[in-house]
């Protein structure tokens, strides 16, 4: 490695602090520190970076904000992390193709206050919007409440430029909306977790803002009405911006934490609707709508208040639940909608088996199911024991409901040991080929996704 760091020298820093930095993401996985970090400024610099680790055969690591929830952002050991945070420009902002041309390093809450700025809109909006990249999000294809209705982050996503594994460059897609020449390169890049490819230019789609918006709040006596009202309301003839599902312990756990109470907080389930819209009416109309189904549920209860207030308790569930409780691990699996409801009464079935707690949340409106694993009682090691078996549960009921692994966090360190279960050998081998295709050398992060041979470790 001490001939890299020579190399580039320019570009690199061995400060113990800013190693440590760069050793972990908002995963659960444990930290590794790398050997060194690499902060390019110019896309020269990572065709130089990338041609020569594959010659001396040093594996990288691609790092934007590190919010990503999988470890994918942590490094590899004995690796070098690639810091993307000069690749930070909003490049163009081009209104007759409404589309913008930015850098992977700028953060997502930037690029909706530039399209906002002309009356554009880029909807995708991931929990992290205020500090997470642009990058991170395409690596991950990330979500968010309003996927429901808008799509995740490889629905807008026009055009990438960057270099592959070995360090050859590569242009897929551009402004034209219709693209069909081809193989879909793009689209297999988005979501691939840096393993296959280093983005270094991204071209995006946006569209009018609705000038409308309204949110409200209803609860349920029991996660079965909450879960009925919310499929009910699934076939209607309402396109949600965002349809979400909480149960009581998660609204508990914001009140315990921020030492507050909220008027909302009244049924074992809770779901949170946002409706948006480019007139007054349209929202009238579709609020007439929700009443009625509303009314069909004894006890339910309609809150039309503070819509910032709402949302506020929705982003802080996560952080509220693992300042509660002594252990916590969240997996965000994806069942088929019509299967949430078996899908969160098999939860609370787990619960009687081993004392484990077991919370659900999320974006239900497509399935998107947080699911929370808690504990109190158990020490560290009987819970390292435990929590896996309980993992493995989780997934083997998302499989037996038709489910995925992963929808929006990605697979990364986290998941791999799962991959098995929803793949058969030869859809693995497949996803392999492409990987060996694109990085021949396997320098691109090369313990995510995939199980591998277990390596020397330098963990923090």
């Known amino acids: 490695m001490g001939d890299f760091i020579e190399k580039f020298r320019d570009l690199v820093s061995v400060n113990p602090e800013i190693l440590h930095a760069h050793s972990a993401d908002k995963s659960y996985e444990e930290a590794v520190l790398p ?86 809109w880029y909807p995708p909006d991931p929990s992290s919007s205020d500090w997470c990249m642009i990058g991170g999000n395409i690596a991950e294809n990330a979500g968010g409440a309003a996927a429901l209705k808008y799509g995740v982050t490889g629905d807008y996503v026009l055009g990438i ?40 230019k991204i071209i995006l789609k946006l569209i009018p803002k609705p000038r409308y918006e309204k949110s409200i709040w209803c609860s349920f006596n029991s996660l079965e009405d909450g879960s009925s009202f ?17 149960e009581k312990e998660c609204i508990d756990a914001v009140e315990l934490v921020r030492k507050e109470r909220y008027e909302c907080n009244q049924g074992q389930a809770n779901v949170l609707l946002r409706m948006d819209a480019y007139s ?22 309609l809150f039309d208040g503070d819509d910032s207030q709402y949302w506020m308790i ?53 399935g998107n199911i947080h699911t929370n694993i ?37 697979i990364g360190l986290s998941k791999k040991k799962y991959v098995s279960l929803f793949f058969t050998d030869q859809e693995i081998k497949i996803m392999k080929d492409i990987k060996t295709s694109c990085d021949p050398n396997n320098i691109l992060n090369p313990s995510k996704i995939f199980m591998r041979k277990k390596m020397q470790e330098k963990k923090v």
């Open 230 to 246: 919310l499929r009910q309301m699934m076939r209607s003839s309402i396109r949600f911006s965002a349809a979400e599902f909480m």
């Open 280 to 301: 007054q009416e349209e929202i009238d109309v579709m609020m007439g709508d929700v009443r009625v189904v509303l009314a069909r549920f004894s006890n339910a209860q």
């Open 374 to 410: 808690l504990n109190d009682a158990l020490t560290k090691e009987e819970w390292n024991d435990k929590k896996e078996t309980w993992v493995q549960k989780v997934m083997e009921l998302c499989v037996e409901l038709g489910g995925t692994l992963t929808g929006e966090h990605g």
């Open 314 to 366: 929705r982003r802080a569930i996560s952080e509220a639940l693992g300042s509660k409780y002594k252990h916590k691990i969240s997996e965000d699996i994806t069942v088929p909608p019509g299967e949430i409801s078996r899908y969160l009464k098999a939860l609370k079935a787990f619960e009687s088996e081993d004392g484990m707690v077991f919370v659900a949340y999320g974006h239900l409106g497509d």
């Open 161 to 200: 430029e960057g270099f592959f594994g070995n360090g050859e460059p590569f242009k897929f897609g551009g402004k034209c909306v219709k693209d069909v020449a081809g193989y879909d390169i793009k689209r297999l890049i988005i979501g691939s977790e840096g393993t296959l490819a280093i983005i270094t």
């Open 35 to 120: 050997k060194c970090v690499v902060t390019p400024e110019t896309d020269d610099d990572i065709r130089d970076i990338l041609r020569y680790a594959n010659e001396h055969k040093h594996v990288v690591t691609v790092r934007g904000a590190g919010s990503g929830k999988s470890g994918g952002a942590v490094p590899e050991i004995n690796g070098i992390a690639i810091n993307m945070e000069h690749f930070n420009k909003i490049i163009e902002l081009d209104l007759e193709n409404s589309c913008m041309v930015v850098q992977p390093g700028v953060i997502v809450d930037q690029i909706k206050e530039k399209a906002e700025e002309k009356g554009l």
